[in-house]
Nanobody, 117 residues
Framework: QVQVVESGGGLVQPGGSLRLSCVASGRFASINDMGWYRQAPGKERELVAS???????NYADSVKGRFIISRDNGKNTVYLQMNSLKPEDTAVYYCHVYTVVPFKDFWGQGTQVTVSS
């Protein structure tokens, strides 16, 4: 089994910063893609940012220039540095990993990010 655990969410004022972390553990050969998704109340889950094992990144237009995704392959960890946060960034943020052997998607339980004054 594979466990995916996020941390780092919380309450922050507009313009502030937060750093999310996600670590994957368990039985797998390696991890291919890693990413962050978010879901706001009444909305569908959407991709925020993703990163391949070779560190090629992809961002949603709404976060380009403000968020930075990175990973540490040795620690099976992915990070999301969120800067210049806006109220519309408020959502539950979910970590996603795609493992190799087994070739399967896994999700974390989610961490709440609230941007409010």
């Amino acid at each position: 089994q594979v466990q995916v655990v996020e941390s780092g969410g919380g309450l922050v004022q507009p313009g502030g910063s937060l750093r999310l972390s996600c670590v994957a553990s368990g039985r797998f050969a390696s991890i291919n893609d890693m990413g962050w998704y978010r879901q706001a109340p009444g909305k569908e889950r959407e991709l925020v940012a993703s990163i391949t094992r070779g560190s090629t990144t992809n961002y949603a237009d709404s976060v380009k220039g403000r968020f930075i995704i990175s990973r540490d392959n040795g620690k099976n960890t992915v990070y999301l540095q969120m800067n210049s946060l806006k109220p519309e960034d408020t959502a539950v943020y979910y970590c996603h990993v795609y493992t190799v052997v087994p070739f399967k998607d896994f999700w974390g339980q989610g961490t709440q990010v609230t941007v409010s004054s």
